[in-house]
């Protein structure tokens, strides 16, 4: 990121080919992506030792899915940052949860939307009331037991795009929640 001293920063990520090869390319958040070239996006879901899953409600004023939640604290991975370190930094930037590991759960390339999400599981002992909002990204959080959580994930209330993310790893969280 560039700070310009005016209080704009410019977000500038790493590009990479659909293969998730370092393309040899800057990119500018806002700015047209090339064609083939892409930037990694980390979405984390926080489960508690409990099994109860978090989920965050995004900020009105987000131009996609405005007041909807998903289960993930996420965004952007900055230029020079590897996915697992830059989805430790959104962890903590959007919810205050410092984790002490992450899980790769597995990587999917959304080709019109020129990024590749990765998904990483955290499984947390925080205090629950201890998560925090940040300014701009999230309005609100809350826990979800298990089967709360699986049929929210299916209501208008919950970013679709997401849900569909989730589905393709749902045996593996499932296998995660129920250890706990």
Same mark, same amino acid.
């Given at each position: 990121?560039?700070?310009? &001293?005016?209080?704009?920063?410019?977000?500038?990520?790493?590009?990479?080919?659909?293969?998730?090869?370092?393309?040899?390319?800057?990119?500018?958040? &806002?700015?047209?992506?090339?064609?083939?070239?892409?930037?990694?996006?980390?979405?984390?879901?926080?489960?508690?030792?409990? &099994?109860?899953?978090?989920?965050?409600?995004?900020?009105?004023?987000?131009?996609?899915?405005?007041?909807?939640?998903?289960?993930?604290?996420?965004?952007?991975?900055?230029?020079?940052?590897?996915?697992?370190?830059?989805?430790?930094?959104?962890?903590?930037?959007?919810?205050?949860?410092?984790?002490?590991?992450?899980?790769?759960?597995?990587?999917?390339?959304?080709?019109?939307?020129?990024?590749?999400?990765?998904?990483?599981?955290?499984?947390?002992?925080?205090?629950?009331?201890?998560?925090?909002?940040?300014?701009?990204?999230?309005?609100?959080?809350?826990?979800?037991?298990?089967?709360?959580?699986?049929?929210?994930?299916?209501?208008?209330?919950?970013?679709?795009?997401?849900?569909?993310?989730?589905?393709?790893?749902?045996?593996?969280?499932?296998?995660?929640?129920?250890?706990?």
């Amino acid at each position: 990121m560039i700070n310009y &001293g005016s209080g704009e920063i410019m977000e500038i990520w790493d590009g990479y080919n659909a293969d998730g090869s370092l393309a040899g390319i800057d990119l500018i958040r &806002g700015e047209v992506v090339p064609k083939g070239i892409y930037h990694i996006v980390a979405e984390i879901l926080v489960v508690h030792e409990d &099994g109860s899953i978090l989920v965050m409600q995004r900020d009105l004023r987000k131009p996609n899915y405005p007041g909807l939640y998903e289960a993930s604290a996420g965004g952007s991975i900055l230029k020079g940052e590897t996915s697992k370190n830059g989805a430790f930094r959104e962890l903590q930037e959007e919810t205050g949860i410092i984790a002490g590991e992450l899980e790769f759960l597995s990587r999917f390339v959304k080709v019109n939307g020129k990024s590749i999400y990765d998904q990483y599981i955290c499984v947390t002992d925080c205090d629950k009331a201890s998560v925090t909002l940040q300014d701009g990204e999230t309005i609100d959080y809350k826990w979800l037991k298990q089967e709360e959580f699986f049929e929210f994930i299916n209501s208008s209330e919950y970013v679709s795009a997401h849900r569909d993310r989730l589905m393709r790893d749902i045996d593996r969280i499932k296998e995660v929640i129920e250890s706990k």
